[in-house]
């Protein structure tokens, strides 16, 4: 099968390449570095599949254009659909398959580290040191141990995150609206979000962006959370309503918040902006205050997640080479 693979980078080229060759029977692989949009779907002619990540447009008018070239599977080499329109994709008859799980690991352990740096002040002791001053005013965190985290989503990562808190001594308060035992077994106890916000120290987000939970932490979360509590989101960006984030820290009612995602991350992350002007006024302005970390959606980069995310995506496409459709297919009753 002829794949094209939009929006590549160096380190897609190796993985892919790699789970490519171990196959008994290797497919034909373009590696392309514009994104996937209506505009740049006509580069895909020819191509059976094209492969996509979490910034591609997938909209109404990019499926038309894939369809009109030939295309007929779209592989998500990442675990969220939210950038994709499943009922055009439907209605034109496009298979979708993705990678349900990678590392849940590799996100899980970011998690801890983002809240690690947020709460002692890492981002800001590196600097000082860097230049020369060794005070500690202002430096001052919090122990985990004993603290409450609440955990909003438990599947495999929530659950990998569960068990890593748990083993700082924290008791973890847990919202999902499919409690799991695997969760309860890791040492959370479910409680409704209004417990969970109100009684947290810190709240970690590790929920799929739906409809139903778009800006899952507004103004009116906000104002449930504890005051001076820290947030952290390794999940998607739009869960979180970044202007009334803005409205929380400059009243102290939020003490920090540390993001992996960001909900117009589109035009800003995997990209190298360091000699540009950043466009995009709100992240400028999270930028500005010393309690917010943030990484560019790099929570899923391991060596042991890009392996298995190009392995996965092939076995997509095997399978739908083979039966028709993708062994981790998208549907449209998925989101419903």
């Known amino acids: ?87 055009a994709a439907t209605d034109l008859g496009l298979s979708i398959g993705r990678v349900p799980a990678y590392s849940p690991h590799a996100v899980a352990e ?27 005013d202002g430096l001052m965190g919090f122990d985990l141990h004993g603290k409450v985290v609440g955990v909003v989503g438990t599947g495999r990562i929530g659950i990998c995150a569960i068990r890593i808190l748990a083993g700082f001594g924290c008791e973890v308060l847990a919202f999902d609206p499919f409690p799991s035992d695997a969760a309860r077994a890791a040492g959370a106890r479910y409680a409704p979000l209004p417990e969970v916000l109100g009684q947290s120290d810190v709240v970690t987000l590790h929920c799929p962006l739906t409809p139903d939970t778009h800006h899952l932490i507004g103004t009116a979360a906000l104002a449930q959370m504890r005051r001076g509590a820290l947030l952290i989101n390794t ?54 205050f010393p309690n917010v970390v943030i990484t560019g959606h790099q929570a899923f980069f391991t060596r042991e997640a890009l392996d298995a995310i190009a392995q996965t995506t092939l076995a997509n496409a095997d399978a739908f080479q083979q039966g028709g459709a993708p062994l981790h297919p998208v549907t449209l009753d998925m989101v419903a």
Do not use: W
Not at 123 to 134: C, L, S
Not at 252 to 268: K, M
């Open 1 to 87: 099968m002829r794949i094209v693979i939009f929006n590549a980078k160096p380190y897609d080229h190796a993985t892919f390449n790699a789970a490519n060759t171990a196959l008994d029977t290797p497919h034909d692989l373009s590696f392309l570095r514009p994104h996937l949009d209506a505009h740049t779907a006509v580069l895909a002619q020819g191509a059976e599949a094209v492969c996509a990540f979490v910034n591609d447009t997938l909209d109404v008018a990019t499926l038309r254009a894939l369809h009109g070239v030939g295309v007929r599977l779209i592989l998500m080499r990442c675990a969220g659909f939210n950038n994709v329109d499943l009922a």
């Open 110 to 136: 970011h998690t801890v580290g983002l809240l690690l740096t947020l709460n002692r002040r890492l981002h800001r002791a590196y600097n000082r040191v860097r230049e020369g001053n060794f005070e500690l």
């Open 235 to 288: 999940s998607r960006g739009g869960l979180v309503d970044t202007r009334a984030v803005i409205v929380a820290l400059k009243s102290s009612q939020l003490g920090g918040l540390a993001i992996d995602v960001y909900e117009e991350e589109g035009d800003l992350f995997f990209e190298n902006l360091s000699d540009q002007v950043l466009q995009d006024d709100v992240f400028a302005r999270l930028l500005t």
